[in-house]
DNA sequence: GTAACTGCAAAATATTTGCATCCTT
DNA sequence: AAGGATGCAAATATTTTGCAGTTAC
């Protein structure tokens, strides 16, 4: 767990139990977490206020975001490099696959630029795609 | 009125005070609405569940769609006609003011084609776009 | 030692459900 | 008249806030 230590520290974060523990929640699972996804993970056992706590931090810090989803739950995932605190650049997409609901963060697909009306200036795009995923296509087969 | 009265029995629906009043807010309004901007509105005088089971059966219905934005909160916009019941078409860009705070229905730009990885089929495509909107840019200069 | 973090309690919000009454067809 | 819609009350669920005790540095 050394490197969670030193992640949080190049954050500028101290570490703590349930810092370290959440974030490593989130460098263990591929997809996106809910709330409740953490709160329900036997490891974690720290109050539901910690976690939303937490959360907020990482994401103040640009360490987690947020992402939009279909149903409007909330869901958080690891940025990428390029976020900086207070000032995400989440663009990449979204994937929500219909048939098991997993969020996938399709770090490869890049959001190809859309030409907004004139007067209009972009800050940041978040596409949500919905569907099948690879492994449920494969079941249905 | 009369448009809203048929588009309601178009879609099989009882004609009722909430459903007309709701609807005509929705094709008044040129951006999405949230369920607080619907209780707020002085011409709705309905019980906040009323509103919720009412925006239920219009997004049940095809009516309407829920928009996913960043920062999670439910947005409500008409669809277009494309839009089955149970089954969105909702493919145009949604943009949200930083400054403003409203949100708009981008019509006319289209959604560029996003190529997923293999595997993937994409059923419904959302983007949220964040910034500055024409009108709060003109305010600033 | 000090500032920051955590847990508990409770407040504030948001959403859902049950049921009696009223309205639409 | 019958089925569905509404309003009210209340149950749930979600998120935020205050504060005392604990921990990180």
Partial sequence: MENTIDFLKNYGLS??????????????????????DIERNASVNFDRVTIYRTL?????????HTIPTADNSVLYALCKDTCKE?????NHVHFICDSCDTTYCLDNVTIPA??????????????????IC???EVIKE
């Fill in 15 to 36: 570490i703590t139990e349930s810092r370290k523990k959440i974030l490593s929640l989130f460098t263990q699972t591929k997809g996106a977490l809910a709330h409740a």
């Fill in 56 to 64: 907020q931090t990482f994401v103040d810090k640009g360490i987690i």
């Fill in 86 to 90: 207070g000032h995400h650049h989440d």
């Fill in 114 to 131: 859309v030409v907004l009306p004139e007067g209009f200036i972009a800050k940041q795009s978040d596409v949500v795609i919905s569907g």
């Fill in 134 to 136: 690879k492994n449920c």
